[in-house]
């Protein structure tokens, strides 16, 4: 055979092979992960953590390797001796631990670390795009309008930040986790109708979501009601699913319940992690969707009232589970939170705050958060007035809508919500280019473009910090960027080890950097921002908040050896302006170690560079390691 005989045999051979490697939720990966490690990557090749919560993920997975007991989710450093019961699925520590403990025998611990640190989130990432742009495809009208849609949907999702950013280098905090297996479900839900078989898939993946962390508790309901409507509107159609459906969740959420919870702690009922009040509604809700299944035929659901009427007996069941077991986890996680936790505590979580609180704080990080979510709000209501008969359509936009309410409740939402109006915005660019093409023209033109920027959360974060300029003065701009940068320098890596230099010992510190503390040495810490740790994180606000004779005696009665504090931090602001009854802000504590004057029961540690300071601390004799 001659050499360009060869030619031919060779293109047959790898256009399949390309065909399958550019798609557009392989190239939206591509795009994603560039931007992600080029923002990202430096820290997390610097083991850096600026979300504290996958800095406390990494001690627990080191716990783990390290013989920590399966059911044993303590972290015995946070507010030692007695530590503080942290209330994060254990699956998603054994599955980060697993790749660590593979690659630690070949590499080393640290460069494991490092590459789990990439591989995680990353991977997850990949799951993402497929699935958005599988949502967006089902949007589409037809074959040509769904490859536009997923190539478009690609390229918005690879920018949308209030997403995209749970998926970086470094993240192992279960929100990417829980959003891959909710779009999982909204996928599947989308799809049963042409594939009776998949009920399952929703149900087990809504279960293990709310398993992972109870965030996703408002999405569980959301599908449970998603199915039910499916069923009551076509009982023939979706039964099977919604047998299914409830068989999914409530296999997995016992599963998780089994696996999650020991049996001394099987009749507790907790707000904020797997319990039995979770089980219980879980599996309410699962065994109505199974009863509800096998009504179809009968003469009381032979009606849609009929239907409704079985649909709302059922679910009330579900909610009465909830009332009767943990009526205070209607307030969500929090509901069990002390009045001076919410005040000194939940006022400096960025993202437990509404989102009205931004609009007058930080009109930048407002539409950066919340433009492409409210805008796809618009573009659903207008593609659902368009094809109301479009069963996916309406799935979709319900999920996005109860990411929206999330959102305007707590800012926390705003990735789950811009996740989910992707495919919405990625169909009305589409659509919005198709009438260019077909009628070109100013009108059409400028439609096109302001759905571009209006789609994307890129393009509402330019706005909004363009508006921020417009509004605000150079010199507080110049101030806010400064200070910033000041905040970012205290969660360095290598600034935080060198606490190492000095000898173990609890510190008193900045509840911010608590995590980043105990990921970095061998301290342990009184604070991290964790409502649980309500008896550690008080009394170092408390300290920080008195005066220094005060400030002496908390210390003392908490029994550390030291305290700490990032002068960029602005939680020091916080405690001066919020000083203790009686007691004036420059007298704070909080304020004499921000002016240098620092008291005489005080001495600095040598070898700390600023802006991190270490001071060795002479506790009250009368009241040593009192807790």
Known sequence: MERGDLQPVAQAHWAPLSRRLIQPWIVGWALGAAILISVFGADALQQTFREPDSAMRLVQVRDLLGGQGWFDTTQYRLNPPDGVAMHWSRWVDAAIAGGIGVLTPVVGRDAAEVAVAFAWPLGLLAVFMFLVTRIAGLLATDSAHES???????????????????????????????????????????????????????????????????????????????????????????????????????????AGFMGHVPPSAWSQARCDAMSTSFLWMGLASGLTAICLSRFSHQRLAGTVSGRLVC????????????????????????GDVSPEMRTLWMEQIGEARPLTQLWSDNIAHFFALAGAALAACVLAVVQLRDRS????????????????????????????????????????????????????????????????????????????????????????????????????????????????????????????????????????????????????????????????????????????DYVLVCDGLPEAGFYIEHAAEGVSAENTLAARLSSGEVPGWLKPVEGIDSPLALYRAQRLPALRGRH
């Open 148 to 254: 536009q849609v997923r190539w478009t949907a690609a390229v918005v999702a690879a920018l949308a930040f209030p997403a995209i950013d749970r998926f970086a280098p470094g993240m192992f905090d279960h929100h990417n986790v829980v959003l891959v297996l909710v779009l999982g479900a909204i996928w599947a839900l989308m799809t049963m109708s042409s594939h009776n078989r998949r009920g399952f898939l929703p149900g087990g993946a809504l279960a293990l979501a709310v398993v992972t962390a109870a965030e996703a508790l408002p999405f569980l309901a959301t599908g449970s009601v998603v199915a039910g409507l499916l069923w009551l509107v076509r009982p023939a159609r979706f039964a099977a699913s919604l047998f299914q459906f409830g068989a999914g969740m409530s296999v997995v959420m016992l």
């Open 311 to 334: 649909a709302l007996a059922g679910g009330g069941v579900a909610v009465l589970a909830l009332l009767v077991l943990a009526p205070a986890c209607l307030g969500g996680g929090y």
């Open 389 to 560: 008969g479009d069963h996916a359509l309406w799935i979709a936009a319900a999920f996005l809508f109860c990411g929206v309410v999330l959102m305007v409740w707590q800012v926390r939402g705003a990735g789950f919500a811009t996740a989910f109006a992707v495919p919405f915005a990625a169909r009305a660019i589409v659509d919005a280019h198709r009438a260019y093409r077909k009628a070109p023209g100013l009108r059409t033109l400028a439609v096109f473009g302001v759905l571009m920027v209006a789609g994307s959360a890129a393009g509402w974060s330019a706005v909004g910090n363009q508006l921020q300029r417009l509004t605000t003065s150079p010199t507080v701009m110049v101030d806010f960027v400064g200070r910033q940068a000041d905040s970012s320098i205290c969660f360095e890596q290598g600034l935080l080890a060198q606490l190492n230099r000095a000898e173990p010992g609890v510190i008193l510190n900045q509840f911010v950097i608590g995590s980043g503390v105990l990921a970095a040495s061998h301290h342990s810490v009184l604070a991290a921002p964790y409502h649980r740790n309500a008896e550690g994180t008080l009394a170092a606000m408390e300290a920080f908040r008195s005066d220094d004779v005060a400030a002496r005696e908390i210390l003392s009665r908490a029994g550390a």
